[in-house]
């Protein structure tokens, strides 16, 4: 399993997963302004911790780096929902969909997705 990114990598990894290509420290620090009062100091920080983990790539671009990020969102959110699923549910799937359901009402698509799923994973 990688090294686990914490919740503040998250939220710049998301700014780096939703770009359409490489950002550098001021392009995310625009990215993340309104929605937390990081400063500069901290958000080059986190891209550090980043980089050192293996989740993004840098290349310099003059006096510059621009970051690129080297862990796919879809793999992160699979590490995330294996985590959960085994910390909280011993690695089983139906006591968590039983625990989501008991604690708010599924939708109709809601379900339809389920049944969707079930049926698939039958075949």
């Known amino acids: 399993m990688p ?3 914490s919740e503040a990598e998250a939220q710049v990894m ?3 997963w939703a770009a359409t290509g490489p950002l550098s420290t001021e392009d995310v620090v625009a990215a993340l302004e309104g929605r937390q009062e ?3 100091a901290t958000i080059k920080t986190l891209l ?3 980089l050192n983990k293996g989740a993004l790539s840098a290349e310099k671009d003059g006096r510059r780096y621009l970051y690129t990020p080297v862990l796919k969102r879809e793999d992160w959110i699979g590490d995330q929902a294996s ?5 909280l ?3 089983s799937l139906a006591p968590l969909v039983a625990q989501f359901s008991s604690q ?7 379900l339809a997705a389920l ?6 994973n039958e075949q």
């Open 83 to 87: 985590g959960l699923l085994d910390r």
């Open 104 to 110: 708010r009402k599924l939708t109709a698509e809601e």
């Open 14 to 16: 998301e700014v780096l």
């Open 115 to 120: 049944k969707k799923l079930l049926k698939d």
């Open 89 to 91: 549910f011993g690695g």
């Open 3 to 5: 090294t686990p990114i």
């Open 38 to 40: 990081w400063q500069l």
């Open 48 to 50: 550090n911790r980043l």
